[in-house]
T-cell receptor, first 113, second 110 residues
Framework: DAEITQSPRHKITETGRQVTLACHQT?????MFWYRQDLGHGLRLIHY???????NKGEVSDGYSVSRSNTEDLPLTLESAASSQTSVYFC????????????FGPGTRLTVL | DAKTTQPPSMDCAEGRAANLPCNHS???????VYWYRQIHSQGPQYIIH???NNETNEMASLIITEDRKSSTLILPHATLRDTAVYYC???????????FGAGTILRVKS
């Protein structure tokens, strides 16, 4: 069955290190999204992509970057991890078009010490 | 995207119907009503969406009022596994993001 996966599921890192979170979907969806979820803030959009070579900033993009070299993957990179980036990260994808239902991955819990 | 208002929490007896309300009084004609839920520590799960007409799928039914200013998500026979936070979201077609509010915590009790 088609699915969306994230890895790793849990990650502990130190301040200042570069970290990359993987997101892979097998639905052949054009659109992919990264959100973070924190207590008191709900889910907030970090970056999104409408297709290969396309990337766009969301509402909380500072300190994060993404690249889209193929349809299936949208890795999220924290260039220099900060304690404020401790959060749960969710990747989502959608086919695009009218309706545009997004389907979410299981999440990655990141702790920055 | 229009703002939504949901009660912070609700309780439901196992086996009974759970009716979760949502107000979206500023909804525009081209905006859809989406429902997602999030079970503890999992990613949000899509439930159902609709524009004007009532919708039903294997998970739930969505009732949208004629003026589209409010809607109700119905879980016909709630189980303990339906305990989750339920989010009502209004967005345009082709919209690029979902804006999650605080949602409703539904507790299904035996």
């Amino acid at each position: 069955d088609a699915e969306i996966t994230q890895s790793p599921r849990h990650k502990i890192t130190e301040t200042g290190r570069q970290v990359t979170l993987a997101c892979h979907q097998t639905w052949n969806h054009n659109n992919m999204f990264w959100y973070r979820q924190d207590l008191g803030h709900g889910l907030r959009l970090i970056h999104y992509s409408y297709g290969v070579q396309d990337t766009n900033k969301g509402e909380v993009s500072d300190g994060y970057s993404v690249s889209r070299s193929n349809t299936e993957d949208l890795p999220l990179t924290l260039e220099s991890a900060a304690s404020s980036q401790t959060s749960v990260y969710f990747c989502a994808s959608s086919e695009g078009g009218q309706g545009n239902t997004q389907y979410f991955g299981p999440g990655t819990r990141l702790t920055v010490l | 995207d229009a703002k939504t208002t949901q009660p912070p929490s609700m309780d439901c007896a196992e086996g009974r119907a759970a009716n979760l309300p949502c107000n979206h009084s500023t909804i525009s004609g081209n905006e859809y009503v989406y429902w997602y839920r999030q079970i503890h520590s999992q990613g949000p799960q899509y439930i159902i969406h609709g524009l004007k007409n009532n919708e039903t799928n294997e998970m739930a039914s969505l009732i949208i009022t004629e003026d589209r200013k409010s809607s109700t998500l119905i879980l016909p026979h709630a189980t303990l596994r339906d305990t989750a936070v339920y989010y009502c979201i209004v967005r345009v077609a082709y919209g690029n993001k979902l804006v999650f509010g605080a949602g409703t915590i539904l507790r299904v009790k035996s």
